[in-house]
């Protein structure tokens, strides 16, 4: 009849040779009812950038990853402790003693087992990021107010592991190249006895009573560089708060005393087979220094007092699934969907409104007016 089409007339009867699209279930509309607006596009708009903001920060808190820091009491006995020492003092190697004396009475001649090099101060003090403890590298007092709880620095626990992995290997003392050794270089690691202790470089023939003659007064000077001062295993990469620090000896008779809290701590990588090679076992301490120009009567030089605390610190980073996250992804972008669908439905409600109000207030000046009359 006047070219009617049945079949046009179904919209539900599949077309030829598309037997898949007889079981979509979701509804169409064809696309002469369909009408584009700019109000439907501003909201896709906002729909494309909050996705892609929400899309990003679910990304980047997915690849931090979660950290959580347990304290507990240390389980089981540890006899021994491994100290990392990097120092050069402003004195000639002969003139110096390495010496520890821990709580269980125990000596240790640390100079036997450590490794002396002459070098020149100059060489150590114009080193780039050499620091004053408490100060920054611009001279300027540490408040704390930027200060990160991420573990060593500011890196997070799989860069730390990551790290960690790397080969331990001191490095070379430079070359001389003609300059005066008027300094010497202190290093290497040594293991000591899991006790309260102290490390003290002093002069020689001044705090014990050894043979050899008594080294001139004159002669003292105990401002030093500390490139390197860790507890365990070495790790070169890992941070801790006395490395590459400087310290200046206001007169001859100078006594700088560092009071260090050591805590064993743990960092730990969640997920993987691998998991030995996901942890790493290290020690962080907190530090004080009292530094300050004593009598003849009392022994100058540097003294490293440390004390092992009954806690153990587990830092752990926990990261969700590659499907986890996929998940969440799609939930935010269903749920932005949603929203912005909402949105537009209600913008376009209000505009309804509007208009309908609008029009009404227009002809109540010619229907009205039949008000005004008395029948």
Known sequence: MDGYNEKGHYDGEPEPGSFVKAFDAFPKSKPQYVTRTSGGG???????VVSCVLLWSELARWWRGEETHTFAVE??????????????????????????????????????????????????????????????????????????????GEEHVHDIVAMGRKKARWGKTPRLWGAEADSCRIYGSLDLNKVQGDFHITARGHGYHEAGAHLDHSAFNFS???SELSFGPYYPSLVNPLDRTINLADAHFYKFQYFMSVVPTVYSVQGGAASADRTIFTNQYAVTEQSKEVGERLVPGLFFKYDIEPILLHVEERRDSLLSFLMKAINVLSGVLVACHWGFNLGEWLREVAGRR???????GVIGAKGGYDD
């Open 224 to 226: 030093h560089v500390i």
């Open 75 to 152: 389980k089981g006995i540890g006899h021994s402790m491994q100290i990392n020492l990097d120092v050069v003092v402003k004195m000639r190697c002969k003139d110096l003693h390495v010496n520890v004396q821990d709580a269980a009475g125990d000596r240790i001649l640390a100079a036997s087992r450590l490794q002396e090099d002459a070098t020149s101060w100059g060489q150590w003090v114009d080193a780039k990021g050499v620091h004053k403890l408490g100060r920054d590298s611009h001279g300027r007092a540490v408040t704390g107010a930027g200060w990160h709880d991420e573990g060593f």
């Open 358 to 364: 609008r029009r009404r207030m227009q002809s109540e």
């Open 42 to 48: 501003k909201w896709t708009v906002v729909m494309s």
